[in-house]
């Protein structure tokens, strides 16, 4: 929504302080069961041709939303690289990785194992964006990684299958956290449908070696997985990545980010009445230490640092 001046520039008003809320809502409550039907189709697609087909239907969904709408505005060169990026790491690897990953983890579990992003969001910045080392920053980590060791330990069942399940799913939250940094500064000047169209595009390019064996599999599918995989790519995708920009556009991050929390209990409560399954009591420990270090991370900096400041010239 916009409004016109008196000197006849247009200025954009700020939406209703319910409408970001909203959006938020919607997209928690269709990740999570993302996560549900995720392992529900496990047995049918293998990761890179559901990550495929999922990503289909997905930009077909944004693609004619975009055109019916004529959502679009000019990308700089710099955007574009930016939402390449984001198709290649978030549409792309992180399906792939987080399809494989709960092949051997439930779907609690992997939605747990999300939300160390935000720790490793901070981890990016302190690298990349020379941010200041904390002492909360380092107790966090430590925490939250102590956390994810204790979900590794506790769905191994002494082999490392499901540990390669937890580490799956941890390479899907860095990649997820580097997109985060990348997709801020992008819906801050661009529509959150263009984004997300371009970066689910990307990533179906990024797939589409899986097409042939997507096909296979798909002449094997009963109707009703079929169903689902649609339901993958229009609501957790299409949906969900549109009402997540476009919440990111106007909310802070770190809030946006906490709020996120709410997508493990939401995906134990979907995964117990939709697949009958839960986490181990013990990845609830580590769910709650890798959360208690996020918490931990986001408290007010303290003045004594870890390392070496990197001077600003």
């Known amino acids: 929504m916009a409004t016109t001046t008196s000197s006849g520039s247009t200025t954009a008003t700020r939406p209703p302080a319910w409408l970001p809320l909203a959006a938020v809502g919607v997209t928690l409550v ?11 189709l496990a047995d049918v697609f293998a990761p890179g041709p559901l990550s495929l087909g999922r990503l289909f239907f997905g930009s077909l969904a944004l693609g004619l939303t975009a055109l019916v709408t004529r959502t679009w505005r000019a990308a700089t060169p710099r955007q574009w ?7 290649v790491l978030w549409f792309g690897i992180y399906n792939v990785a987080l ?5 051997r983890v439930d779907a609690g579990t992997a939605a747990l194992l999300i939300q160390v992003s935000p720790i490793l969001i901070a981890v990016i910045a302190l690298v990349f964006l ?7 920053l380092g107790a966090g980590i430590v925490l939250a990684f102590a956390g994810v060791a204790l979900i590794a330990f506790s769905t191994s069942s002494g082999t490392d299958h499901d540990t390669v399940g937890v580490l799956l799913c941890v390479l899907s939250a860095v990649v997820y956290s580097i997109s985060l940094v990348l997709q801020k500064p992008l819906v801050a000047t661009l529509p959150a449908l263009q984004v997300t169209f371009v970066a689910c595009t990307v990533g179906l390019v990024v797939c589409l070696p899986f097409a042939g064996r997507l096909f296979h599999e798909l002449s094997r599918a009963g109707a009703s997985d079929v169903w689902w995989l649609a339901y993958l790519g229009v609501f957790p995708t299409a949906i969900a990545f549109t009402t997540y920009a476009y919440a990111l556009r106007h909310m802070n991050a770190g809030s946006l980010g906490v709020s996120t929390y709410l997508v493990p209990p939401i995906t134990v409560l979907l995964s117990l009445v939709f697949l009958g399954e839960t986490p181990p009591w013990f990845a609830y420990v580590g769910g709650v230490l890798a959360l208690l270090g996020v918490a931990v991370t986001r408290r007010t900096p303290a003045a004594t640092p870890l390392g070496p400041q990197k001077s600003s010239t």
């Open 30 to 40: 269709l990740w999570a069961s993302a996560f549900v039907a995720i392992r529900h």
């Open 81 to 87: 690289l930016a939402m390449v990026a984001i198709g």
């Open 99 to 103: 399809n494989a990953g709960e092949r």
């Open 130 to 136: 020379h941010e200041r080392a904390t002492a909360a």
